[in-house]
């Protein structure tokens, strides 16, 4: 890993955890300090890995992080995805268990569980696992993971085109074997963000 990236994501992190203390600071109650506990979990977790580029391991969970803490929501729902995202490979890639972070509740776990499409050893089918994603939280945590796959424009485009049941014949769909489960995934999404939060999603500029 080059010193720039590392400069780039020791500013990250500590920015990140700067806004959850500044957070708790206003509003105690939110659950900033559990989601400082479960970066420092998953940090203590993945601190012996790299990514394929060199970076820590624990770089996808703080880019992910990075784009929540962008969104427009109050703090209790942007904290609320900050615990879920931290963790979102918790289950599937560990094998962690409720007993193993205590700080949590169980409905918070539960949600954990939720996103995750290995648990405990039992891989889910496509139609298990987005048949089963009802949580609001869940559905905008996972749509957050795909998005850092996808690009924020691109993401932003394809949701436009499932908003309004138009596709765009000059997108580029085959890089993704489930397209019919992912366009239903954000579908579902756009219904859950537009209810409850109408300003969170706004068509982006269509992407080149």
């Known amino acids: 890993m080059t010193d720039f990236c590392q400069e780039t994501f020791a500013k990250k992190r500590t920015s990140i955890k700067g806004q959850l203390i ?13 989601a400082l506990k479960c970066i420092s979990f998953i940090e203590d977790i993945k601190k012996d890995e790299l990514r394929k580029d060199g970076s820590p391991g ?7 992080i990075s784009m929540i803490m962008g969104l427009s929501l109050d703090y209790k729902s942007k904290i609320e995805l ?7 490979d918790a289950v599937e890639d ?10 949590m509740s169980s409905e918070r776990f539960a949600r954990i569980v939720m996103i995750s499409k290995i648990r405990y050893g039992v891989k889910l089918s496509h139609e298990e696992y987005f048949g089963g994603m009802t949580d609001p939280f869940v559905i905008v945590a996972n ?8 690009g924020i424009d691109v993401m932003f485009y394809r949701c436009e085109e499932t908003r309004t049941n138009k596709r765009n014949p000059g997108m580029d769909y085959s890089d993704r074997e489930e397209t019919p489960h992912y366009l239903s995934f954000v579908g579902a999404y756009l219904r859950i963000a537009q209810d409850n939060h109408p300003g969170i999603l706004q068509p982006a500029e269509k992407p080149d």
């Not at 708790?24 to 559990?34: E, I, L, R, T």
């Not at 749509?143 to 996808?150: A, D, E």
Request: proline share 4%; with cysteine.
């Open 143 to 150: 749509l957050n993971i795909v998005t850092g796959k996808l």
């Open 22 to 34: 500044g957070i708790h600071s206003v509003d105690p109650n939110c659950g900033a300090d559990v």
């Open 94 to 103: 560990y094998s962690i268990r409720i007993e193993d972070v205590p700080w």
């Open 58 to 64: 624990i770089t996808h969970e703080y880019d992910g």
């Open 82 to 88: 900050v615990i879920l995202y931290s963790l979102h």
